[in-house]
């Protein structure tokens, strides 16, 4: 009798524990799932801290299960856009996948934002420098709060923004799996003309045309000038298209950050961008990663002088002066740009 009321007060502590232990457990459950879901105290914008702190939700979290409707209908755009460079890479795949795996070298163009947790593929000619600024902001910690107060050099200067290469490998692979990760594209050739125009159009880009610019002129320019030959400052169009779609420019080494192709520059078919801005909705699509990141209510997106723009009449202008060889050879170049990002073959182009 003795022994029964002994084991008959064991099982009854057995089971207490066991209730107090499966009630904590609902706590912790509890508990867990209001610190997903419950909003947190917004802090001040571009307080000493850092400007528009995240909240419970990283943008990432926010992308895949937005809590609003307007989150909702751009996920379906940009679900669409991922979709489309998930599609070009799987057809494609000898040509994009030409390396197994990436390289911390590969990852430069990769401007990482830890207080929002964010990852940024630059894409120079798309905006790179107001996007750069931003990054600047959001990553500064209260040192900076307005976008346009950065001069544009100072957005290039490498020590003002961390890039994915300076982490070690773990680090690397941590980020890439749980930051937002995005880049802006624009319609290949506007890039590029836009890209000539700025660096051989105008005087005070004197390093590019010491650099590319000598070369340019003394290997395709026939009967050049001494002077031309010593400053490269007089680039032709044509002369630059032969260029780039001459096969010894890329056996020496790869082509410049400003033309080479978006897919090399940002890896797309090895690395899983959550989402894909574009040029032409640059205002509507930086304003949504903004939001996404918590940021959109303090900090806005620079505008761009529309009448400075390079536009599709302006690349079609450029491209009517050099040959049907030049402009098939370049559109191959640029074509899996062309397709991964869902742009149509110009209208204007003699493909041969």
Same mark, same amino acid.
């Given at each position: 009798?003795?022994?029964?009321?002994?084991?008959?007060?064991?099982?009854?502590?057995?089971?207490?524990?066991?209730?107090?232990?499966?009630?904590?457990?609902?706590?912790?459950?509890?508990?867990?799932?209001?610190?997903?879901?419950?909003?947190?105290?917004?802090?001040?914008?571009?307080?000493?801290?850092?400007?528009?702190?995240?909240?419970?939700?990283?943008?990432?979290?926010?992308?895949?299960?937005?809590?609003?409707?307007?989150?909702?209908?751009?996920?379906?755009?940009?679900?669409?856009?991922?979709?489309?460079?998930?599609?070009?890479?799987?057809?494609?795949?000898?040509?994009?996948?030409?390396?197994?795996?990436?390289?911390?070298?590969?990852?430069?163009?990769?401007?990482?934002?830890?207080?929002?947790?964010?990852?940024?593929?630059?894409?120079?000619?798309?905006?790179?420098?107001?996007?750069?600024?931003?990054?600047?902001?959001?990553?500064?910690? =209260?040192?900076?709060?307005?976008?346009?107060?950065?001069?544009?050099?100072?957005?290039?200067?490498?020590?003002?923004?961390?890039?994915?290469?300076?982490?070690?490998?773990?680090?690397?692979?941590?980020?890439?799996?749980?930051?937002?990760?995005?880049?802006?594209?624009?319609?290949?050739?506007?890039?590029?003309?836009?890209?000539?125009?700025?660096?051989?159009?105008?005087?005070?880009?004197?390093?590019?045309?010491?650099?590319?610019?000598?070369?340019?002129?003394?290997?395709?320019?026939?009967?050049?000038?001494?002077?031309?030959?010593? =400053? =490269?400052?007089?680039?032709?169009?044509?002369?630059?298209?032969?260029?780039?779609?001459?096969?010894?420019?890329?056996?020496?080494?790869?082509?410049?950050?400003?033309?080479?192709?978006?897919?090399?520059?940002?890896?797309?078919?090895?690395?899983?961008?959550?989402?894909?801005?574009?040029?032409?909705?640059?205002?509507?699509?930086?304003?949504?990663?903004?939001?996404?990141?918590?940021?959109?209510?303090?900090?806005?997106?620079?505008?761009?002088?529309?009448?400075?723009?390079?536009?599709?009449?302006?690349?079609?202008?450029?491209?009517?002066?050099?040959?049907?060889?030049?402009?098939?050879?370049?559109?191959?170049?640029?074509?899996?740009?062309?397709?991964?990002?869902?742009?149509?073959?110009?209208?204007?182009?003699?493909?041969?």
């Amino acid at each position: 009798m003795k022994q029964t009321l002994l084991d008959l007060m064991r099982m009854s502590r057995i089971c207490r524990m066991a209730l107090a232990t499966c009630l904590g457990s609902c706590i912790l459950v509890i508990f867990y799932f209001q610190s997903m879901f419950q909003p947190v105290m917004r802090q001040n914008p571009f307080a000493a801290e850092g400007c528009c702190r995240k909240g419970s939700r990283n943008a990432l979290q926010e992308l895949y299960n937005p809590t609003q409707a307007e989150f909702s209908r751009a996920a379906l755009l940009h679900q669409a856009r991922r979709d489309q460079v998930a599609e070009t890479c799987r057809a494609h795949s000898a040509s994009s996948r030409k390396r197994r795996v990436l390289t911390p070298g590969d990852l430069k163009h990769l401007v990482v934002d830890e207080e929002h947790e964010l990852i940024y593929c630059y894409v120079p000619k798309v905006a790179c420098t107001n996007w750069k600024r931003v990054m600047m902001v959001l990553s500064g910690r =209260g040192k900076y709060t307005d976008p346009m107060e950065i001069p544009s050099n100072e957005a290039h200067v490498p020590s003002n923004l961390r890039t994915l290469n300076q982490y070690s490998i773990a680090d690397i692979n941590h980020r890439l799996k749980s930051y937002l990760k995005f880049l802006f594209v624009r319609e290949p050739f506007e890039r590029l003309v836009s890209a000539y125009r700025n660096k051989f159009t105008l005087r005070y880009n004197t390093s590019f045309h010491k650099r590319y610019g000598t070369k340019i002129v003394r290997r395709y320019r026939k009967n050049a000038t001494a002077e031309a030959l010593q =400053g =490269g400052a007089d680039v032709k169009f044509p002369e630059f298209a032969e260029y780039l779609v001459d096969p010894a420019t890329r056996r020496e080494a790869p082509l410049n950050e400003h033309w080479q192709t978006v897919y090399s520059l940002c890896h797309p078919c090895h690395i899983h961008y959550d989402l894909v801005g574009k040029y032409e909705t640059l205002e509507e699509d930086a304003s949504y990663v903004l939001r996404l990141a918590g940021a959109g209510e303090q900090l806005r997106f620079p505008s761009y002088a529309k009448s400075t723009r390079t536009t599709d009449q302006m690349t079609a202008a450029f491209f009517h002066n050099i040959s049907a060889r030049q402009q098939s050879q370049l559109y191959e170049l640029y074509k899996l740009d062309f397709l991964m990002f869902n742009y149509s073959t110009p209208s204007y182009l003699k493909v041969q």
